[in-house]
C-alpha cells in the first residue's frame, strides 16, 4: 500500500490534502486549510491520488481526505474550528 506523507520528516508539512482534480469537494478543502493555514503559520501539502493507483484504490469513495500529522483528520468535508484545534491542540 502506498504511504501517506510521513510526519517525521524534516520539514513535512503537518497537513495533506488527498483529492484528484476536478473534485469540486476537494476545491472545498482546499480553500478551508489553505485559510487555517495561514491563520497559524502552518505548512500543507496536496497529494493527487490519480498519480498513485494505491492510492486511488484506498482514498476514492472518500475524497477529499485531510491528515494531519500522518493521521487521517477528516474526509467529504473540512470543519475549519476542527481543523484549527487540530493544529493548536
Do not use: K
Not at 63 to 80: A, C, E, M, S
Amino acid at each position: 500500500m502506498a504511504d501517506v506523507v510521513d510526519p517525521g520528516q524534516q520539514g513535512a508539512p503537518r497537513v495533506t490534502l488527498y483529492g484528484r482534480p476536478g473534485c469540486h469537494l476537494c476545491d472545498d478543502a482546499r480553500a478551508v486549510i489553505e485559510a487555517v493555514c495561514a491563520e497559524l503559520g502552518e505548512s500543507w501539502t496536496e497529494v493527487s491520488i490519480d498519480d498513485d493507483p494505491q492510492l486511488a484504490d484506498r482514498f476514492a469513495n472518500e475524497i477529499p481526505v485531510t491528515f494531519v500529522d500522518g493521521r487521517q483528520h477528516d474526509f467529504w468535508r473540512v470543519d475549519p474550528v476542527r481543523l484549527r484545534r487540530a493544529l493548536t491542540g
